[in-house]
């Protein structure tokens, strides 16, 4: 925080300060916000004016208000589908291989991508979709919970990946 002159800085033809007492001044203090002293029953004796609060710009690579970059978050969605070609009995757990799907380019997959903390996954059986405590993606397939379901043959079943990546842009 930057404590400056409270005749340096003015708004409109009014000053914005707040009386702060000294030991209260390492907290986050919004401008224009006043801070009581904690000391009610004598007055404090050190109180100090704030009239602006700077943020200052570290180096780069450090964490901190982004001054005159700006952060552009990136989605990146990639979408599998499946036919069944039979019936999928789901009185105990299956197992759907990911090079059964294609991607959204009708072009055969041999996994799917692993999203780690940076996304998820959402499942759509005839185009509803589904819980997610009621499958697990992996790389290599699919795995659906029991729940004494049936899935019929010919019902579309699409598994969309969402990730994100984060671009810095100066």
Avoid at 6 to 18: C, D, I, P
Avoid at 29 to 56: A, E, G, L, S
Avoid at 70 to 81: A, G
Avoid at 146 to 158: D, G, H, R
Wanted: charged share 30%; glycine share 6%.
């Amino acid at each position: 925080m930057d404590y400056t002159d409270k005749r340096q800085f003015k708004k409109h033809g009014k000053r914005r300060s707040a009386v702060v007492c000294v030991p209260e001044r390492k907290k986050r203090i919004r401008r224009n916000q006043k801070v009581p002293c904690r000391k009610r029953k004598r007055k404090c004796k050190k109180k100090i004016i704030v009239t602006r609060i700077v943020y200052k710009q570290g180096p780069p690579g450090q964490q901190g208000p982004p001054g005159d970059a700006s952060i552009r978050i990136i989605p990146d969605v990639r979408r599998y589908f499946f036919v069944a070609d039979t019936d999928i009995d789901l009185s105990k757990t299956q197992m759907i291989p990911a090079n059964r799907f294609i991607n959204d380019d009708g072009e055969p997959v041999n996994e799917f991508v692993e999203l780690g903390d940076e996304g998820y996954y959402n499942l759509y059986v005839n185009a509803v979709l589904q819980e997610g405590k009621i499958y697990n993606v992996n790389p290599n397939a699919l795995t659906i919970y029991s729940n004494e379901e049936v899935i019929y043959a010919s019902t579309l079943i699409i598994l969309e990946a969402v990730g994100f990546s984060i671009k810095r842009i100066h």
